[in-house]
């Protein structure tokens, strides 16, 4: 059986400071006692304040960006642990449990061009994503910047956190809003059609998405219309984050690399998950 990642640890940090990001966002920086080794995109920590303020159940959170000992987390203030975490004042002690989970698959510099596909809060992966991608991962060459094309979609423009910065990577960026209040007026989906019937975009694609169960859903049965390689970063619910509780599973496709089981765990099998080894959209 799966078991958690070998460099998975219980860190103590303390906050650094709490960003205000968009209308409903923060990014929380915190500064670990110990340096940990540069952590994949994708990957994540479950967090949790050690005052008492968090709730029992730490919640999970992909790593955003890492300098040093300092890890910043973008946080969608949705409920209870949440706003534990973006309201923490600097200095507050924090435990975070990881890293955890798989992370992206190597973005390898050869092969069809990336889409990266993000939905709302979605784009927490991303950022350290594309650093790695130009940086070359897994001893491999960087991949080009033309070879890269972020779609960040949203139900607002003030839901499409940080863009500022994830513009100053250098990477093709479009956005996509529900209201038309930023760039394409409708999904990200919607946004890629629309680049690729204009020819912005190439007719062979590699994607990594990550975003509302809805977008992902949408973008697996893509995968598996027009036969794209493409990987899913899951936010499902989590109770332990290391595989004992079985409180996170993903339904796997019976003919896929994670069939012999009808569920995966999605802390220590996921988050990431190839689109044909698992299934959002049901079972035909
Ligand atoms: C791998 C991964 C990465 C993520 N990365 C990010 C990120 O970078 N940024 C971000 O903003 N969000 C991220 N999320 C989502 C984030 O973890 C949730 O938004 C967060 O847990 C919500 O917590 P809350 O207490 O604020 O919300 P609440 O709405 O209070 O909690 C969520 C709801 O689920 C219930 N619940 C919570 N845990 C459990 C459980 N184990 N079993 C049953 N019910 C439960 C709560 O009681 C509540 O009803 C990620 C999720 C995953 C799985
Ligand atoms: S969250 Fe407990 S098994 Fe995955």
Redesign the pocket.
Known sequence: MPAPPSDARAHLGRVLGVETCGAD?AILTVRTISELAPIRASR?FMLGRTDGVS?L?P????I?RQRGRDLD????????????LAGAASGTEIRLTGP??NGWPTLEADGAPWVFLAGG?GS??FYLAIEQALAGMDGRGPVPRKHISFLFGAAQADHLYDLEALGDLGVSIHTATDDGSSGFHGTVLGLLDRLQGEGTIAQSIRICACGPEPMLRAVEELARARDVEAYL???????CGVGI?N??PVPTRPEGPLGEWPNAK??VE??VFAADAITLAGVE
Do not use: D, N, Q
């Not at 970063?233 to 109770?239: K, P």
């Open positions: 966002g994540f709730p159940i919640r999970p959170f992909s955003y987390f973008l946080i969608k203030i949705t409920g209870r642990g949440t706003r534990a955890l989970g809060v927490a992966p970063s899951l936010e499902t619910l989590m109770g509780c409180g996170c999605c802390c996921g988050p």
